[in-house]
């Protein structure tokens, strides 16, 4: 948590993978953030303390795999973000059109078994689901450097930029990396300067709504306030007002 405030991150979220090839597992219910973290650090320039959020992430490799994620777990809704990584073409369709989660994350350390499809992609877009690509095998082995660049660009060739987030995956905090580094291996993605500048913040802030949504089932509203000018208020009023006031 540390290292993420000290390199500009305003928020983390500690990440809980399932894997259903692996043993049958059940989905527990998460470890509160104040348990783990008694004092957080205060976000530089602000007032608030580092945000810490709970995630889920089920690495699905069969259609009975989803039937958790539909089922009304209660475990389920106590995690902040949802995420969902399709080993095969039927669920990345099933995870983008279907299943109520934040994310899908796209596989980077090895080619992809099957090409993005433009109607799976566009519908999950339209829902507000968002694509994980994870950084972290990038910078760790040339391979799996080129199956990140390969598979990235073969995604932003079909969702055009669009709803995209980049990630860590980090284990430990030599792999991590600050936002703006994190901006720059987004061109090498295939994205533009504004996109992978919303890859690591806006497009990160509405995952967070987003699940703040599938929580309520109903909706969250998000305000900041505006502040005024004080140019602004002296030409908003009349110039003979603003002579009977002075006088």
Do not use: W
């Not at 389920?76 to 995420?83: E, K, Q, T």
């Not at 799996?144 to 055009?160: D, E, F, G, P, V």
Request: charged letters at 25%.
């Amino acid at each position: 948590i540390t290292v993420c405030f000290s390199v500009g991150y305003s928020a983390v979220a500690l990440n809980h993978v399932i894997d259903f090839k692996e043993k049958k597992q059940e989905i527990i219910k998460p470890v509160s953030p104040s348990e783990l973290f008694p004092s957080l650090p205060i976000v530089q320039g602000t007032s608030k303390r580092i945000k810490v959020l709970t995630r889920l992430t089920l690495v699905v490799s069969d259609p009975s795999h989803c039937n958790l994620l539909r089922s009304t777990s209660a475990n389920i809704r106590l995690y902040d973000i949802i995420a969902v990584f399709p080993k095969t073409e039927k669920l990345f369709h099933i995870a983008c059109t279907t299943l109520d989660v934040d994310l899908v994350c796209i596989n980077v350390t090895e080619k992809l078994p099957f090409y993005f499809r433009r109607p799976p992609v566009n519908m999950a877009i339209d829902r507000g689901i968002y694509f994980e690509l994870l950084y972290t095998p990038a910078i760790k082995d040339s391979t799996m450097r080129r199956y990140t660049i390969s598979n990235a660009i073969s995604l932003m060739q079909i969702c055009k930029g669009k709803n995209i987030v980049i990630s860590s995956a980090a284990e430990r905090p030599l792999e991590l990396r600050g936002p703006y580094d994190v901006a720059n291996l987004g061109l090498l993605f295939g994205l533009s300067e504004s996109e992978a500048k919303a890859a690591v913040s806006t497009n990160c802030r509405a995952t967070m709504l987003h699940g703040e949504t599938r929580k309520s089932a109903c909706g969250v509203v998000y305000t900041v306030k505006k502040p005024r000018k004080v140019e602004e208020e002296e030409t908003a009023v009349p110039a003979c007002k603003k002579a009977k006031t002075q006088a």
